[in-house]
């Protein structure tokens, strides 16, 4: 005779488990509320970081000068957790000021940033490097760093982005869940007005998710003139603006951009996903997640041209080469440090400090083991690269208690 038991285990489980999120995601809500489309309000005057360019010591005169100064605005699902990883361990090895979120690992995203979201900020405070998740507000963000501060980002094709993104956040987007199917990115992506709702929770995930993060509103028209004009303010703002599928690229021009070694820029893929979890986009379901992010499309057809232009004024061939070395390198670190050479899915991760952060309901997420034995010369830089930004913001020292909290109760529960 079959137990009772188990079912009513289970319903108990998923009651527990529906009254924390829910109590989670309202507490988080009560973060959020006000309305994501609405411009923050004109706030007073702000306190101007009036602090001179910070210099690294033992510097030649006349030499290329590395820039110290960096605000990274982090958009979601575009590599950008690995480029967190490079900024970290830069600035710990310049001793830099970091502008760190209080409580949790983003700047109260998805609101727009205010300075006073940085942990101990007081007036007319100067940081050297911004680079948690935020929702971009310029002049808050400017009012924080030297004059002359380098600002860089990440753009990635909108269709694979919005692919990503679907699988990553879908669990968390409510109007999601009516979906049924083997397939519900294709399911959604016939006829997304029937599902999507601009006004749903988190419902800024899947539609024009760069046009959002950047700071502007992911529901205009495409026609809009507004449109032209916020792409032209990017390329305003922004030193540099880099590409996820052609990221050693993006990165050599960094490294020109801030006058950095090729030691500064050396990385590991963090927050990857498992091959077989990646969807993949079929010549009609890239054509349409295209068209349902046509803001994004317009930005990254922008910028992936600007970016040839940037690679052309460098050198095609010196572009190759310097790749050549970054990548030769990468590789040599990767058989100083990983076990097996290669990332492992999470469940095949020995340590619980380089488990990284996993979606809702699925652990597709890669990780590393380091080996066993590395030498002392090593042993530090090694296991830098591979910890995930939420463990190496506790490492920095910010206080994470929310997002540990949450940590700990999807530990707790399985999810």
């Known amino acids: 005779m079959l137990s009772r038991r ?8 998923g009651l527990i488990l529906g009254c924390l999120l829910t109590g989670f995601l309202l507490l988080l809500y009560s973060y959020a509320i006000a309305p994501s489309q609405v411009a923050m309000a004109k706030a007073s005057t702000p306190s101007r970081c009036s602090s001179p360019p910070t210099l690294p010591a033992n510097i030649t005169k006349g030499s290329c000068w590395p820039k110290l100064d960096i605000v990274f605005m982090k958009t ?9 990883n490079i ?49 971009f507000y310029y002049s808050e963000v400017r009012s924080l760093v030297a004059p002359n501060a380098t600002f860089i980002t990440v753009l990635r ?21 009516k979906l049924t199917g083997h397939n519900k990115l294709a399911k959604f992506l016939q006829d997304p007005n029937r599902y999507y709702n601009p006004r749903g929770f988190n419902a800024y995930y899947l539609h024009n998710l760069l046009f959002f993060d950047l700071g502007y509103n992911n529901e205009l028209d495409p026609r809009s003139p507004q449109v032209a004009e916020h792409i032209l303010e990017v390329e305003q703002r922004f030193h540099l603006v880099m590409l996820q599928e052609y990221f050693d690229e993006s990165l050599v021009l960094l490294k020109e951009l801030l006058c950095w070694e090729l030691e500064d820029i050396l990385y590991f ?27 994004d499309a317009l930005l990254y057809r922008h910028f992936n041209a600007s970016f040839w232009r940037k690679v052309e004024a460098f050198g095609r061939e010196r572009m190759a080469q ?20 290669h990332a492992v899915d999470a469940k ?22 380091l080996k066993k034995h590395i030498s002392h010369q090593y042993d530090q830089l090694c296991r ?22 949450w940590w700990y109760i999807r530990m707790l529960l399985q999810i």
Request: proline fraction near 6%; aromatic fraction near 14%.
């Open 6 to 13: 188990k079912p009513w285990h289970c319903m108990a489980k």
């Open 76 to 84: 979601h699902k575009t590599a950008s957790s690995t480029l967190l």
């Open 157 to 177: 094709d909108p269709a694979h982005l919005f692919e990503s993104s679907f699988h990553y956040f879908g669990l968390v987007v409510p109007f999601t869940w």
């Open 322 to 341: 310097e790749v050549a070395s970054l990548r030769r390198e990468n590789k040599r670190m990767e058989r100083i440090c990983i076990d097996g050479e």
């Open 269 to 295: 893929k963090l927050n990857a996903r498992r091959a077989s979890a990646v969807s993949p986009l079929t010549g009609e379901l890239y054509r349409r997640a295209t068209d349902w992010n046509k803001l």
């Open 348 to 369: 095949d991760i020995e340590k619980p400090s380089l488990q990284p952060w996993q979606a809702m309901g699925a652990k597709t997420i890669l990780g590393y083991n």
């Open 87 to 135: 900024l970290f361990r830069f600035g710990q090895k310049h001793r830099l000021k970091f502008a760190f979120p209080s409580g949790y690992n983003d700047f109260n995203y998805p609101s727009f940033f205010k300075r006073s979201l940085v942990h101990n900020y007081q007036p007319g405070d100067c940081f050297n490097i911004i680079c948690n998740h935020m929702r």
């Open 384 to 405: 830098k690269m591979v910890t995930p930004d939420i463990q190496y913001m506790t490492e920095l020292g910010v206080n994470l208690w929310v997002t540990k909290l």
